[in-house]
């Protein structure tokens, strides 16, 4: 069974600053997808990027970015110019491609501050 | 941009009662999910659904649950005796568009079911 880890449980950042956010996950698949959910105080789930295991080159969106070791299996999110509007929880999750709907496996969150 | 819905946004109840939590997926989307998220903790797959039928579910989808698409848009979670803890929330997810990459699982807000 896949399982994705977050070793830090919380984080804070200054504004405009800089931060990495940490997961690993384990699996023996070869083919599969990672993602980074957002998760704000209202709770909603809010997918901030993805990135598909096949492809070397990392995901990009906007301030966001990856750094995808698939060897090492490990997934970390980079946040630049940090804003007060990334205060949320953030979630690692994990995909395999064995169907079309196979479910997503979550890490357990990093809660992160961004301070003015 | 179409968004998956779910009612009630909060569900108080007793121990021992029955609960049904609804969501609309997005439209012509083919997977549902339902997950859940106890407080402070991550979140966690419950089962899929996809023609009609479950296509995976969880240790945690004990007899307890069930799942059903009565109308061909709305998709429910029925809780048939509630314990403490299932408080928690309630996320429901679809996916599937023909067509699209990643089968991205798109996220409703969620129902905070609290049982007393």
């Known amino acids: 069974a896949q399982t994705v880890t977050q070793s830090q449980p919380e984080m804070s950042v200054q504004e405009a600053e800089t931060v990495t956010l940490s997961c690993t996950y384990d699996t023996s698949e070869n083919n599969y997808y990672l993602f980074w959910y957002k998760q704000p105080p209202s709770r909603q789930m809010i997918l901030v990027i993805r990135?598909?295991?096949?492809?070397?080159q990392n995901a990009t969106e906007n301030r966001f970015s990856v750094n995808f070791q698939k060897a090492a299996k490990s997934f970390s999110l980079k946040i630049s110019d940090s804003q007060l509007g990334d205060t949320a929880m953030y979630f690692c999750?994990?995909?395999?491609?064995?169907?079309?709907?196979?479910?997503?496996?979550f890490g357990k969150g990093t809660r992160l501050s961004v301070i003015a | 941009e179409p968004e998956v819905t779910q009612t009630p946004s909060h569900q108080v109840t007793q121990m021992g009662q029955e609960v049904i939590l609804r969501c609309v997926p997005i439209?012509?989307?083919?997977?549902f999910y339902w997950y859940r998220q106890i407080l402070g903790q991550k979140v966690e797959f419950l089962v899929s659904f996809y023609n009609n039928e479950i296509s995976e579910k969880s240790e945690i989808f004990d007899d307890q649950f069930s799942v059903e698409r009565p109308d061909g848009s709305n998709f429910t979670l029925k809780i048939r005796s509630t314990k403490l803890e299932d408080s928690a929330m309630y996320f429901c997810a679809s996916s599937g568009k023909r067509g699209a990459p990643y089968n991205e699982q798109f996220f409703g807000p969620g129902t905070r079911l609290t049982v007393l």
């Open positions: 990135q598909e295991a096949y492809k070397q």
């Open positions: 439209s012509n989307h083919l997977y």
């Open positions: 999750a994990f995909r395999g491609l064995v169907s079309g709907n196979t479910p997503l496996v």
